[in-house]
C-alpha cells in the first residue's frame, strides 16, 4: 500500500496534466469578396490546434494549405500578399476565458482573447467563440474580422474596389482528446 | 474594298479568339495535379524531417514521395512514423490499418512546429 500510493498520486497527477485536446485536420476559411464582384475566398482544411483544461489555445496554419477555387488567385495569395515563402504560418495564441472541462457537457459561450500573427506581425483579438462537446470531440467555433492593413498586406490599386477591407475569418476545429 | 474590309474584319475576329483563350487559360489554369506532378523528393519519412529541419524554407509546394509506417488514421489522413501527416485527395482510408508500410504520392505544406510535424495535402496512395 505504502508503495502503490506514491504511484496511484502520479498517475492521478499526470492524467490532470496531460487532459488537453488536439487537431490537426482543423477547417479555417476567410471571406473578402465583394458583392457584384468574383467571390474572394479560401478554406484551409489543416489548421492544427491545442486547447488545455485552462482554456490556454494554439493554433497554427500553414499558408500554404490555403485552397481557392481559382489556381491563380491562389497564387497570388501565397506570391505577393501573404509572402508565404517567407512566411510559412499563421499563428494563434490565446485564452478562453473561464474555460474548464468540467463545464463541457453543454454548448457554451465564452469571450476568447488572444494575439493573432500573420507575416510576422501581432494583433490583438478578442472575440467569442462557441465550444460544445459532441461524441467525445471538442466542438470549437468562431468568427472574426480583420482588415489587410492590420497585416501590412498592400493591395493593388487595379483590384482595389474587388477585396473587401474586412476579411472574416471563420475557425471550426473538432478536437479530440489526447 | 469590300474584300479588304472583310479581310480586317477577319484578322481581327481571329486575334480577339485568340486573346481571349490565352487570357482564359491563363486566369483559369487548372491546379497542381498531384498524379503527373514531376517528383521533387522521394525517400523515407524518418529522413524527410531530418531534411526538413535543415532548410524548412525550400520544401513547401514540392511534391515528395514517401515511405513509411502509420501510426495513426483519422477522418482526413494519415500519421506515419509519428512526423508526418498526410492528408488524402479523395479520403480512401476505411481499409488502412496501424503499423502497415506505406508510399504516398503528396503536397508539401509545410512544417507545423506547434505539433512538430511535417504536413502534406492532396495525397495518394502508391503502393
Not at chain 2, 488502412?96 to 495535402?121: A, H, R
Request: proline fraction near 2%; charged fraction near 20%.
Amino acid at each position: 500500500m505504502k508503495k502503490t500510493l506514491p504511484f496511484l498520486l502520479l498517475f492521478c497527477l499526470q492524467s490532470i496534466v496531460a487532459q488537453k485536446y488536439i487537431t490537426r485536420s482543423g477547417i479555417s476559411t476567410f471571406k473578402a469578396s465583394v458583392t457584384a464582384f468574383e467571390p474572394i475566398e479560401a478554406i484551409n482544411k489543416s489548421s492544427s490546434a491545442v486547447i488545455n483544461n485552462k482554456g490556454d489555445i494554439a493554433a497554427l496554419l500553414l499558408i500554404k494549405g490555403f485552397h481557392f477555387n481559382v489556381a491563380l488567385m491562389q497564387e497570388h495569395f501565397n506570391e505577393n500578399y501573404m509572402k508565404s515563402d517567407q512566411f510559412s504560418t499563421a499563428t494563434f495564441k490565446g485564452k478562453l476565458i473561464g474555460f474548464s472541462f468540467e463545464k463541457l457537457s453543454t454548448t457554451k459561450k465564452y469571450t476568447l482573447n488572444g494575439i493573432l500573427t500573420i507575416k510576422g506581425i501581432a494583433k490583438k483579438i478578442i472575440t467569442e467563440a462557441v465550444i460544445s462537446m459532441r461524441n467525445e470531440k471538442l466542438n470549437f467555433r468562431t468568427t472574426f474580422s480583420v482588415t489587410p492593413q492590420d497585416f501590412e498586406i498592400k493591395i493593388p490599386t487595379i483590384v482595389r474596389k474587388k477585396i473587401a477591407n474586412d476579411i472574416i475569418i471563420s475557425v471550426n476545429y473538432e478536437l479530440a482528446k489526447k | 474594298m469590300n474584300l479588304q474590309k472583310s479581310k480586317a474584319l477577319f484578322i481581327f475576329l481571329f486575334l480577339s479568339v485568340v486573346i481571349g483563350f490565352t487570357s482564359y487559360s491563363y486566369i483559369y489554369k487548372p491546379h497542381k495535379n498531384i498524379e503527373s506532378a514531376k517528383v521533387d523528393y522521394h525517400g523515407a519519412s524518418k529522413d524527410f524531417l531530418k531534411k526538413v529541419k535543415e532548410n524548412a524554407i525550400i520544401w513547401p509546394d514540392k511534391t515528395i514521395v514517401l515511405t513509411g509506417v502509420i501510426c495513426e488514421v483519422d477522418n482526413n489522413g494519415i500519421i506515419l512514423d509519428n512526423t508526418i501527416y498526410c492528408q488524402f485527395k479523395n479520403p480512401e482510408n476505411a481499409n488502412l490499418s496501424n503499423q502497415t508500410q506505406i508510399t504516398i504520392k503528396g503536397n508539401m505544406i509545410g512544417y507545423d512546429d506547434l505539433l512538430e510535424e511535417v504536413k502534406l495535402n492532396q495525397c495518394i496512395i502508391l503502393k
